[in-house]
């Protein structure tokens, strides 16, 4: 079976297409038109230039920066905003002629993980991306958990948990809430805070080759950094309890997280242990458009 995958975003639409092993067939990107109609035309463009170049029909899944309603049918909660309030599954299954499959892109990424990244074979999967921003999702036997209302996994707009007083009322998010996990784990909100010291970097990569330098403000600007990311996890612990934590995103590529994180995340699980996996994921940048391909 052909699966095709595409990950639409806010500066590029990317497509690509497996077999039933998880090969890469085909890959292209384009930039993403800022208009409705013109990105179902360029979806419905690479769909079809996938097909003629391997000369077969296969699935669509498209993981999108946001969700589908459960109530009205309608995207919400995108900050590729062109595409809120559009049915964007029923208009491109018309156009292609067959059912598509859409999935916010932290859960794409969570299934990608799931099947045949870092996580293969683990029944809960925990997926989160932290980069600009901070997002999750959730798969179960490698499939996607929306929930009923649509936004399972949402945990970058929960409060940060076990606030310190010099952490309450001290952020704002894009989502109008305060204090949102995003704002202090996000690789944004980790070089907000090291710059609020007096440091200067301009990515959370930035402030870990410091801390490897010996830099005082950048190691405790780390350690802030490792025991908020640990008090974040360590409620998606206590509730959800998955077998396995994947990180994504810019941030996942500091290495040190990994040896770091399993010494603090007990302190916040109940009960005092816990040794849930925290992993790098496998597929880098690809997996999320990788998971569309695997809705299916």
């Known amino acids: 079976m052909l699966r095709m995958g595409v990950d639409l975003g806010g500066t590029k639409i990317e497509i690509v297409a497996l077999n039933d092993e998880g090969k890469e067939l085909y890959r292209n990107r384009i930039p993403t038109p800022k208009e409705y109609q013109a990105t179902l035309d360029a979806i419905e463009m690479l769909v079809n230039e996938v097909e003629v170049t391997l000369s077969e ?23 590729s905003t062109w595409i809120n309030g559009h049915p964007l599954d029923m208009d491109l299954g018309e156009r292609l002629g067959r059912e598509v499959r859409v999935a916010n892109d932290a859960n794409c990424f969570a299934v990608s993980e799931a099947i045949d990244g870092a996580a293969a074979g683990k029944s809960v999967v925990f997926g989160v991306i932290i980069g600009t921003g901070c997002g999750a999702g959730v798969a179960i036997n490698g499939k996607v958990h929306s929930g009923g209302n649509g936004i399972g996994g949402e945990w970058g707009h929960n409060p940060l948990p076990w606030m310190r007083s010099d952490e309450y009322n001290t952020t ?14 996000s690789g944004t909100g980790f070089v907000r805070d090291y710059r609020e ?8 990569i930035e402030i870990a080759a410091l801390v490897e330098t010996g830099d005082e403000i950048a190691k405790a600007a780390f350690g802030r950094y490792i025991d908020r990311l640990a008090r974040s996890l360590a409620h998606v612990i206590n509730v959800l309890d998955p077998d396995v934590i994947v990180l994504g995103g810019g941030v996942s590529n500091i290495a040190a997280i990994y040896p770091l994180l399993p010494d603090v995340l007990p302190k916040y699980v109940l009960g005092g242990e816990c040794r849930t996996p925290v992993l790098q994921n496998m597929y880098g940048g690809s997996s999320g458009v990788r998971g569309a391909a695997w809705l299916w």
């Open 172 to 185: 704002s998010c894009f989502c109008g809430n305060r204090d949102c996990i995003e704002t202090f784990v």
């Open 197 to 204: 010291v007096g440091g200067e970097a301009g990515s959370g």
């Open 57 to 79: 029909t296969g699935s669509v899944g498209i993981g999108i920066p946001g969700v589908i309603s459960p109530y009205s049918g309608l995207v919400k909660n995108a900050n």
